[in-house]
């Protein structure tokens, strides 16, 4: 297992709220990465955070944001919840954001209803 | 951007028979592709990788074929076992560290 945790580890909201899902990332990796995996898909890039900085978004609304916290760990926002959200939020933290590889948590399981 | 595409979708081998699954890239700039194992309900677990200076890499029954010539990559399991049944994704980026970029993933069986 990777040392990366999530949590909750499931949620359940209706639409229209807003939800925060946290990500405490491997001991010395500085960069984590929030990927949105739906029913039967491959996960899809949401956006990447190095050393506190926004460093790349995939196809995601504004309404998806996130932070780096010093320690590393991280948030992920969304707000106003579609039913489209409902998905599995897996985050993974890597060493830099060049030659290491990333490790994924466990995941936080999102259901709007 | 990157479009990573991946066949078969499903796959189902008789253990102790090998299975070959197959992705294409579209973005020349790719230079990392690495698979990933995803049991139901677990987090995907990284089981191999390779980089664009290599065209071929190894790790026991588990190995990977790069051409970038054509754009696709391989993987290739060898004297599948039960435990081997799972859904495989490939991605690719451009360095191990970035955004990484999925195929729509491969359901492996492997029948006793």
């Known amino acids: 297992e990777t040392g990366v945790t999530q949590s909750p580890t499931h949620l359940i909201k209706t639409r229209g709220q807003q939800v925060t899902l946290r990500c405490s990332s491997q001991s010395g990796h500085n960069t984590v990465s929030w990927y949105q995996q739906a029913l039967g898909q491959g996960p899809q890039f949401i956006f990447q955070y190095y050393r506190e900085e926004e460093n790349g978004r995939g196809n995601f609304p504004p309404r998806f944001s996130g932070l780096q916290f010093p320690n590393y760990s991280s948030e992920l926002n969304v707000n106003a919840l579609e039913l489209d959200d409902s998905a599995l939020y897996l985050c993974a933290s890597s060493l830099g954001q060049d030659l290491n590889e990333q490790f994924f948590g466990p995941g936080t399981r999102l259901t709007v209803l | ?112």
Not at chain 2, 18 to 43: H, M
Not at chain 2, 84 to 110: E, I, P, Q
């Open chain 2, 1 to 112: 951007g990157e479009n990573v595409e991946q066949h078969p979708s499903t796959l189902s081998v008789q253990e102790g028979d090998s299975a070959v699954i197959k992705c294409t890239y579209s973005d020349s700039a790719s230079n990392y592709f690495p698979w990933y194992k995803q049991e139901l309900g677990k987090r995907p677990q990284l089981i191999i990788d390779i980089r664009s200076n290599v065209g071929e890499k190894k790790d026991q029954r588990i190995a990977v074929t790069l051409n970038k010539t054509a754009k696709h990559f391989s993987l290739h399991i060898t004297e599948t076992q039960p435990e081997d049944s799972a859904v495989y994704f490939c991605a690719a980026s451009k360095n191990a560290g970035n955004m990484l970029t999925f195929g729509g993933g491969t359901r492996l069986m492997v029948k006793p």
